[in-house]
Nanobody, 123 residues
Framework: QVQLVESGGGLVQAGGSLRLSCAAS????????MGWFRQAPGKEREFVAA????????YYADSVKGRFTISRDNTKSTVYLQMNSLAPEDTAIYYC????????????????WGQGTQVTVSS
């Protein structure tokens, strides 16, 4: 089992920034690719960003490319999502995700989920 705990969500004005953190425990963190997904009201959970085991390769949804940055610190078993130039359409619950070894953009293939953290962007 892998336990994931997100933090850092909140209310921010359009154009602002937030940094989400996700602390992992329970298994060897460096064996898991890590990602972030989000789910807005009435919509399906969607891929946001992912990072490989060592942090060397990162993937982003087109909607956040150039604004969001995913990173990980394997010494702290933590993954981060730096979100800049936030817009109202970024409002959602953001979920941390862990996948054993492989990267996935499909929510149905995620091995472990965090409980989610709310991000609200006001216009």
């Amino acid at each position: 089992q892998v336990q994931l705990v997100e933090s850092g969500g909140g209310l921010v004005q359009a154009g602002g920034s937030l940094r989400l953190s996700c602390a992992a425990s329970g298994r060897t963190f460096s064996h898991y690719a890590m990602g972030w997904f989000r789910q807005a009201p009435g919509k399906e959970r969607e891929f946001v960003a992912a990072v490989t085991l060592s942090g060397g390769t990162r993937y982003y949804a087109d909607s956040v490319k150039g604004r969001f940055t995913i990173s990980r610190d394997n010494t702290k078993s933590t993954v981060y999502l730096q979100m800049n130039s936030l817009a109202p359409e970024d409002t959602a619950i953001y979920y941390c995700a862990a996948e054993y070894v492989r990267i996935t953009r499909a929510a149905g293939e995620v091995d472990y989920w965090g409980q989610g953290t709310q991000v609200t962007v006001s216009s």
